[in-house]
C-alpha cells in the first residue's frame, strides 16, 4: 500500500463501523482518518424539519468542507459510508482531483425507509464511484448488472475483545428472550405478539416506550453499548433478530455479533444466515412468525444450550467473522488500485 491515505467519510459516533474500520486499517498500514459529517451540521429543530423534507441545503457546508479537507490533505481514496450528505456535485470534483472513490452503504441504497437512509444523493451517486462494497451479495449482483461497477461482498463483523467476553461470559442466564435494537413499526408487531402469548421478552433500544408498554411478560430498557452490550447478547436464553427490509434474504449486524459472544441467536432464515451459521447447531433460524413463536418456546425449554453457545462462538473466530478480517479484505481490495 506504500504511502496511501484513506479518508473515511461518516460518522465517529461511538455506535458508527466507521471508528473500528480506521482502527484497523491504521494497524494494517493504511494512513486512515475520519470526515465526521455531522460536525458540519447545525443541530436545530429547523434542520431536522428541512432533512425530513428531503432539503439538501443543509448538507452544503459538509460538502464544501469535504472538498477542501481533501484539497489539503490530498487522500488517494475517500471511502464514503453511506453517502446521506454527499451531493453527486462533490463527486464528481473529488474525481478530478484523482481521488479513487469508494461506497459502503450499511443500510440500502436503493431500499430507504427511514429518514437516515438518505434521499436523492444515495441513488444518484451509485453511478460515480470506483468501487461498491455491499453487505448484500444479492447487492454486489445487482450493481455489477446494471452499472458495471466493480463491487465487493463485505458482511458485517463483530468487534469483540477477550476482555469484554470474559465479563460477559461471568454473567448468569436470564431464561428470557431478548431484543436488541431500536423499533418500527414491524419489530413492535412482532414483540408485543410474542408478550401477548405469554412468552417472556426484554426489548433494549431508544424509543420502545412510545411503541409499546411494560407489563409482566414484557421489559422495556434504554439502548446500550460495549461491555454491557456485549453482557446483554450473551445472558439472555434466546437472542431474537429481526430483520428490516433493506436486510431480507442477507444478514445484519448481529448475525456475527451474537455467535461471537456465545450468544443463542434466533435469526430469519435466509440464504446468508444459512452460508454463515449451521442450522440447530450453531443458531436457530425461523421461516415466518408463527414459527419464531414456536421456535422461541422451544428453545427457552431446552435443558441447557451451552453446546450451542461454545459452538457458535467457535465459528465465528475460526471462520474469521471479526471486522480485523474485514478490513484486510478492505486493504486487499485497495491494493489494486
Known amino acids: 500500500m506504500g504511502n496511501k491515505k484513506l479518508l473515511i467519510v461518516g460518522s465517529n459516533a461511538l455506535w458508527a463501523i466507521e471508528n473500528i474500520y480506521a482502527?484497523?486499517?491504521?494497524?494494517?498500514?493504511?494512513?486512515?482518518?475520519?470526515?465526521?459529517?455531522?460536525?458540519?451540521?447545525?443541530?436545530?429543530l429547523n434542520t431536522r424539519v428541512f432533512i425530513r423534507l428531503g432539503f439538501n441545503h443543509v448538507y452544503k457546508q459538509v460538502n464544501t468542507e469535504l472538498i477542501r479537507v481533501c484539497l489539503v490533505e490530498k487522500p488517494d481514496i475517500v471511502w464514503i459510508f453511506k453517502?446521506?450528505?454527499?451531493?453527486?456535485?462533490?463527486?464528481?470534483?473529488?474525481?478530478?482531483l484523482g481521488i479513487y472513490l469508494a461506497n459502503y452503504n450499511p443500510d440500502h441504497p436503493f431500499i430507504r425507509t427511514f429518514t437516515s437512509s438518505g434521499g436523492k444523493n444515495i441513488p444518484e451517486s451509485v453511478p460515480l464511484y470506483d468501487k461498491h462494497f455491499c453487505y448484500s451479495r444479492a447487492l454486489v449482483t445487482q450493481i455489477e448488472t446494471e452499472y458495471q461497477i466493480s463491487s465487493e461482498w463485505l458482511p458485517f463483523g463483530f468487534e469483540l475483545s477477550e476482555q469484554q467476553y470474559q465479563q460477559a461470559l461471568a454473567e448468569p442466564e436470564v431464561l428470557r428472550a431478548c431484543f436488541l435494537g431500536n423499533p418500527d413499526k414491524k419489530r413492535a408487531s412482532i414483540i408485543q405478539m410474542v408478550a401477548k402469548e405469554g412468552i417472556p421478552i426484554d426489548v433494549y433500544g431508544h424509543g420502545w416506550q412510545k411503541w409499546l408498554k411494560p407489563s409482566r411478560n414484557l421489559g422495556i430498557y434504554d439502548g446500550i453499548y460495549q461491555d454491557e452490550f456485549w453482557k446483554t447478547l450473551r445472558k439472555y436464553r434466546v437472542q431474537l433478530n429481526i430483520f428490516r427490509e433493506h436486510n431480507e434474504g442477507s444478514h445484519n449486524m448481529r448475525t456475527f455479533e451474537v455467535p461471537a459472544v456465545g450468544g443463542v441467536m434466533l435469526a430469519p432464515e435466509s440464504e446468508e444466515h444459512q452460508y454463515f451459521f449451521q442450522k440447530e447447531t450453531e443458531c436457530f433460524l425461523y421461516y415466518n412468525q408463527q414459527d419464531l413463536m414456536n421456535q422461541i418456546e422451544?428453545?427457552?425449554?431446552?435443558?441447557?444450550?451451552?453446546?450451542?453457545?461454545?459452538i457458535a462462538r467457535k465459528k465465528s473466530i475460526n471462520f474469521n467473522y471479526s471486522y480485523y478480517y474485514r478490513a484486510l479484505d478492505v486493504m486487499k481490495s485497495f491494493r489494486i488500485i
Open 23 to 44: 482502527r484497523h486499517l491504521n494497524g494494517l498500514g493504511l494512513q486512515t482518518s475520519i470526515f465526521n459529517c455531522s460536525s458540519f451540521i447545525e443541530r436545530s
Open 83 to 96: 453517502g446521506v450528505e454527499i451531493f453527486p456535485e462533490t463527486l464528481h470534483k473529488l474525481k478530478t
Open 298 to 310: 422451544k428453545i427457552l425449554q431446552l435443558n441447557k444450550v451451552q453446546n450451542m453457545r461454545d
